[in-house]
């Protein structure tokens, strides 16, 4: 058995948290110090007070051999590495800022589909914790671990000021050691596991969190002052053009009031949507297009997208910790944090116009270039992201591999040879052979609008998606369903429009149209029919993953073989469904309630609630999808790191790396490894592209 030293900090510092743990650490001071050896007692030294970590800690931090574990354990090694508690130890620092020592019971939840606080652990697996005693604690958090309100007299507590209170925290803080030992010993560990790949993936990903990505300051700086000045000439221009009841353009009430007093127009909201819609109205007043398209302008979230990189970003000019490994539930796919690189949107500029665009911001011209600054920064965002002098960005992207992993787990044969054919240079780009068969159009001749809509195809209808799906991804995209219905309804089989009549009629009785024309109705309900029959495997596959699950739960079957790619078996109240990879999706609570509907406990990602969420044979295919996608890119990693293309981002399925500016780090080379099917996926038809350049930018 592993040795363990078991550890936790609490910290003081002027600067808050949610600037990232790597800025934070910067000027942090560390005032307790919680460990506990194996099974042993818990000790808390109370350094703030001038206590000194006993020699024995000194000596475990010390040994190699000693496996460190922290719940949240970025925080605590960078804090400890890069904060001034061992700024005279750089024998410590060495030690233990080495990843591959540390273990952590937040990942372990997060990679069997757990959240990851402390509190929400202890609720999960029922220990007895006393709640009052745990918001006593998060107050005494409040209390010690920031500075006190500008109001207050005293700027900072302590153990002087309020000494009953301090003894307290110290027992609070003595408590996290001993919840976080239970909580790991409740918890599964399936796929953390000593000398497993996920465990090295995760030290890998530790090691990219460290490294950091390199940012242009000048640039980001620039823009938000670029954006200030723009945000107080819109909102004089609001005021002017509404007699002074706007004050900025961002007031969504005063505008909507505005609106309908004005123009005798109501709005329900001015959600982008809506404004867009509104503005390509030819029948809406002028000067109500004019009101609205200055909101449209001054409603941008670019702003707090340069910020957030100007708050966290290191004093190097580095970006830190903005992976978090296994962050997307379920899938196992990694989550932005902070700036948040996955979430930026798409550009609606091309590209020479954007590197136009961030010369001019940096020069303090960019009013000469453009009279709409806001969409401007919000096209030259990706930018900032750049690559340090005497090196390149080297981007590599996984292409369609959702659509391309389904089809594998499905057996679809007749579309993984069209993947390949395509691949070879003697096939159809998939998007456009779908947006074809829909409409009757060559696909030689699908234009690049053209092929959004058979991307929707794709996306909305593989994971048993319907009419719903449609308009969500439609929506994404930006695509007006009136006028592909338009187009398409001509080509659609009739046998099956009659089918998708009849369905409109069933959803105009029972109010489930979304509020759709008919004819936009009938043809989304149409393509959905189409791509079924297209797809026998896929639809296959959803049925048995519904029907495999329920015979797992009701203990019909022990373990179920779907295909060769996967596995279904229950163990306790774990739903569990084996990878390729050998990984575990992991699905806890699971059950069958009284309408025969499956369902198990999970984080809602929409109310961040721990609660019992519902599922089905599509759902499941999703799941199993994104996380084999994932598994894909993940499974390349550790080679494209190790020959030098440092990974400094990972974006959905791209990997965004800094390597020497020469020609042998290319960016075909790095796709050739991306794409390269690992032993666990023969078969599997897999492509990569990318791109080489000195800042980030959408391919």
């Known amino acids: ?23 934070y650490a910067e000027t942090v001071e560390i005032m307790l110090f919680q460990y506990a050896f194996n099974n042993g007692p818990v000790y808390v030294v109370d350094l703030a007070n001038g206590a000194k970590l006993p020699q024995e800690v000194i000596n475990l931090l010390l040994n190699p051999d000693v496996l460190l574990f ?22 410590i620092i060495d030690a233990i800022s080495q990843p591959e020592r540390w273990r952590d019971s937040m990942i372990i939840a997060y990679a069997h589909s757990l959240k990851g606080s402390l509190g929400d652990l202890c609720e999960i697996f029922k220990l007895e914790t006393d709640k009052a005693k745990d918001k006593e604690g998060k107050a005494l958090v409040q209390l ?9 007299k005293i700027r900072r507590a302590n153990n002087k000021t309020h000494p009953d209170e301090w003894d307290r925290f110290k027992q609070y803080a003595k408590q996290d050691i001993v919840s976080m030992r239970e909580v790991v010993k409740k918890m599964p560990n399936w796929n953390m596991l000593e000398n497993g790949f996920e465990l090295s993936l995760w030290h890998l990903d530790q090691r990219i969190n460290d490294r950091g990505v390199c940012i242009d300051v000048d640039l980001a700086e620039k823009a938000v002052e670029c954006i200030d000045i723009e945000q107080r000439r ?72 340069y910020k957030a990189l100007l708050n966290r970003v290191n004093s190097d000019g580095r970006l830190r910790g903005t992976l978090q490994f296994m962050g997307a539930p379920r899938t196992g796919r990694w989550a932005g944090r902070g700036f948040q690189p996955q979430n930026l949107t798409r550009p609606t500029l091309p590209q020479w116009q954007i590197d136009l665009g961030i010369e001019a911001i940096k020069s303090g011209n960019a009013d000469l270039l453009t009279d709409n600054i806001m969409k401007l920064t919000s096209n030259t965002l990706r930018g900032c ?40 240079g003697t096939g159809h780009d998939l998007y456009k052979l779908s947006y074809s068969k829909s409409f009757g159009v060559n696909p030689e001749y699908v234009t690049k609008e ?13 994971y048993e998606g319907g009419v719903g799906a449609f308009i969500t991804f439609s929506t994404a995209y930006g695509i007006d369903l009136d006028d592909m219905a338009d187009i398409a309804i001509k080509n659609v089989d009739l046998r099956i429009l009659d089918e998708a009549k009849n369905a409109y009629e069933w959803a105009l009785k029972n109010k489930r149209t ?83 509907k499956i369902s198990y406990m999970g984080l809602n990602t929409y109310s961040r609630k721990w609660e019992r969420i519902n599922t089905y044979g599509g759902k499941i295919a999703e799941n199993i999808t994104q996380a084999v996608a994932r598994d894909v890119m993940a499974w390349s990693m550790p080679c494209i790191d190790e020959i030098g293309f440092n990974i400094v981002l990972t974006v959905h399925d791209e990997i965004i790396t800094e390597a020497p500016d020469v020609p042998e780090y290319s960016h ?27 800042r980030y930018k959408k391919d």
């Open 1 to 23: 058995m592993p040795q363990i030293l078991y550890l936790d900090t609490e910290t003081y510092n002027e600067q808050p948290i949610a600037n990232g743990v790597y800025a």
């Open 70 to 91: 922290a719940q949240n354990s970025m925080f605590d090694r960078t804090v400890l590495t890069r904060g001034n508690l061992f700024k005279d130890r750089p024998d």
């Open 144 to 152: 010690f671990c920031k500075p006190r309100p500008k109001t207050s």
């Open 234 to 305: 819109l909102a004089d221009e609001t005021h002017s053009m509404t007699e002074g009841e706007v004050q900025t353009a961002t007031q969504r009430d005063a505008m909507l009031k505005h609106i309908a007093g004005a123009y005798g127009i109501t709005l329900d909201d001015l959600t982008a949507s809506t404004i867009e819609r509104r503005l390509n109205d030819p029948d809406l007043p002028d000067g109500l297009k004019e009101l609205l398209a200055v909101r449209q302008q001054a409603s941008t979230t670019s702003t707090s997208k």
């Open 385 to 424: 992201i750049c690559a340090p002098e005497g090196k390149k960005l080297v981007v590599s992207d996984l292409s369609n591999i959702e659509g391309r992993v389904l089809a594998w787990l499905a057996g679809e044969s007749w579309k993984i040879k069209a993947f390949q054919d395509y691949d070879n």
């Open 450 to 462: 053209q092929r959004q809509i058979g991307k929707v195809q794709e996306l909305a209808l593989g």
């Open 514 to 596: 979304y509020g759709l024309s008919e004819k936009a109705y009938i043809v989304c309900d149409a393509f959905k029919r189409s791509w079924r029959k297209a797809h026998p495997n896929i639809v296959e596959l959803w049925k048995k993953l519904d029907s495999g699950v329920r015979y797992v739960i009701t203990g019909e079957a022990k373990t179920l073989r779907i295909n060769e790619n996967l596995v279904i078996d229950k163990v306790g109240a774990w739903l569990r469904i084996q990878l390729p990879s050998g990984r575990y999706l992991c699905y806890p609570g699971v059950r069958i309630d009284e309408n025969g």
């Open 668 to 694: 075909e080379y790095l796709s050739q490894i991306l794409s390269t099917a690992h032993e666990w996926a023969k078969g599997l038809p897999l492509a990569a592209a990318g791109f080489e350049s000195y």
